[in-house]
């Protein structure tokens, strides 16, 4: 099992650019999530898809963000355009369902380091 | 609205110490579920535990404890015999039923280092 897949692992742009981030759950997981880490906000949850639709952006700070998810094994996180405020870890994480409890845990990425200058 | 606060910022202790880990939650779901995620230095979060509201029987886990006490609102975990490799940032997190178990909410997390 290679665990959920994210690229790149760090991203250094400036100001105004357009930033892409990627992410393969694992194969056969049917939730995804877009978590972002910083020091003063600590873990939000920004926007999640069951079955590849997206569920619940309520997190997704503004409109400068936006996911997809096409397909079951690939999705990106996009912010156009770029403000040093986005620089965070920003984690991508996949999960089984509602099924069972022991569905129910969440796998993450190795996160992605982005920096805005 | 769903909190969790984790009033340790930081832990310093030398090895083969116990340690434990507070977590303090508000809910107004009588169905919830609580975690434990480690975030060692490679930096992807690590499932430990999960308990649901209606289970409030301590886990034990190796070297790693859990007290759930639905009195006090309070899911705390506690390392035994601490090691360096324990060394990491722990979170808890809660999530309701209604909302659906996956959509968590973190605590601020607790930076543990375990000191040789």
């Known amino acids: 099992d290679a665990g959920v897949i994210q690229s790149p692992r760090h991203e250094v742009t400036e100001m105004g650019q357009e930033v892409t981030l990627r992410c393969k759950p694992i194969s056969g997981h049917d939730y995804l999530f877009w978590y972002r880490q910083t020091m003063m906000r600590g873990l939000e949850l920004l926007i999640y898809?069951?079955?590849?639709?997206?569920?619940?952006d309520s997190g997704m700070p503004e409109d400068r963000f936006s996911a997809k998810m096409p397909n079951a094994s690939f999705s990106t996180l996009k912010i156009q355009p770029s403000e040093p405020r986005d620089s965070a870890v920003y984690f991508c994480?996949?999960?089984?369902?509602?099924?069972?409890?022991?569905?129910?845990?969440?796998?993450f990425g190795s996160g992605t380091q982005l920096s805005v200058l | 609205a769903q909190k969790v606060t984790q009033a340790q910022t930081e832990i310093s202790v030398v090895e083969k110490e116990d340690v434990t880990l507070d977590c303090v939650y508000e809910t107004r779901d009588t169905t919830y579920y609580l975690f434990w995620y480690k975030q060692p230095p490679s930096g992807e979060l690590v499932f430990l535990i999960r308990?649901?509201?209606?289970?409030?029987q301590n886990e034990i886990s190796g070297r790693y404890s859990w007290n759930f006490q639905k009195s006090t609102s309070s899911f705390n975990f506690t390392i035994t015999a601490s090691q360096v490799v324990d060394s990491a940032v722990y979170f808890c997190a809660l999530s309701e039923a209604n909302q659906g178990a996956q959509k968590l909410v973190f605590g601020q997390g607790t930076r543990l280092t375990i000191n040789p």
């Open positions: 308990r649901n509201s209606f289970d409030e």
């Open positions: 898809f069951n079955n590849n639709v997206p569920i619940d």
């Open positions: 994480a996949s999960s089984l369902g509602r099924a069972s409890p022991n569905n129910e845990k969440l796998f």
